[in-house]
């Protein structure tokens, strides 16, 4: 097998004798590459680019050459996690076929606002998010962002540095954005090497207020506009709407829309429509609000224009 470039192709050939060997009807060794290559470039003018070609030597009748096109293979990369076939949600957005072209680069954050994230997990340690302008344990504010110590984000909810989760939610859900692929560990998340930024605003119990989520908010455009690549935040929380719209939850959710972060909402698990029962803040009308909860008690999302598993 040999590769030959024609016409800004490669092909791949096979000849039954050395090609060097081949001539020209006046009998010239030394032009045998440029008649062999005329011949198949006056094939390949019939004949479509993705079929073989056979070429006989009419001087040598067993002597041929076959002819065809140097295809392109790429790696499977299925990952070696055990419990990554159990994952549903990745087969239904196509996660596995996305891994062929890419699995994340690494330089991608996103903030999970929820109950924190168990940083020292086995399967998100490597892909937490470490805030590079703080020195851990120094008890100074080294960045000078109003909080001390925010190595992993902050606690919204205890007023402190520590998102460590109590909940498992927050977890749970960064396992399923950024849990490291093909370590034989656990699962795997739909970007494999993404960084995830805990901040933490929601209780044991897994409740919180609009301040905490506000503070949160604020947080994360801080971070964005010193030069943290935070692209999306990860909401998977929300509540009915009873009266007004939240406005000051409204503002700060717009203000991170408005600095680059793609904000994403929990749209509810109630079988309700969303329409003529709003569900906050999934149904502002300023949110891009991708379902996470694609079940049967899924609520009906008349407004929501983006769904995910």
Known sequence: ???????????????????????????????????????????????????????????????????????????????????????????????????????????????????????????????????????????????????????????????????????????HTSGTIAAVGNNGVGVVGVNWNAKVLACKFLNAAGSGSDAGAIECFNYIVALKTRGQNIRVSSNSWGGNRSGPIDQALKDAIDAAGNNGILNVFAAGNFGANNETNPFDPASFSSAFNPNPSSTSRSNANQPVSQLAP
């Open 1 to 171: 097998m040999r590769l030959l470039l024609i016409d800004g192709h490669y092909y791949v050939y096979r000849s039954y004798f050395a090609i060097l060997h081949l001539s020209n009807s006046r009998g010239e060794p030394t032009n045998a590459i440029f008649g062999f290559t005329k011949t198949l470039r006056l094939m390949l003018k019939h004949l479509q680019p993705e079929l073989g070609a056979v070429v006989w030597d009419r001087g040598i009748p067993q002597r041929r050459t076959e002819l065809q096109p140097d295809y392109k293979v790429t790696l499977d990369r299925t990952p070696n996690d055990p419990s990554a076939g159990s994952l549903w949600g990745l087969d239904a957005v196509s996660a596995p076929t996305a891994w062929n072209t890419g699995t994340g680069t690494g330089r991608t954050i996103v903030a999970v606002i929820d109950s924190g994230i168990a940083y020292n997990h086995p399967d998100l340690k490597d892909n937490i998010w470490r805030n590079p302008g703080e020195i851990a344990g120094n008890g100074i504010d080294d960045d000078l962002n109003g909080y001390v110590d925010d190595v992993f984000g902050i606690d919204a909810v205890n007023h402190d540095t520590n998102p460590m989760d109590d909940n498992s939610h927050g977890t």
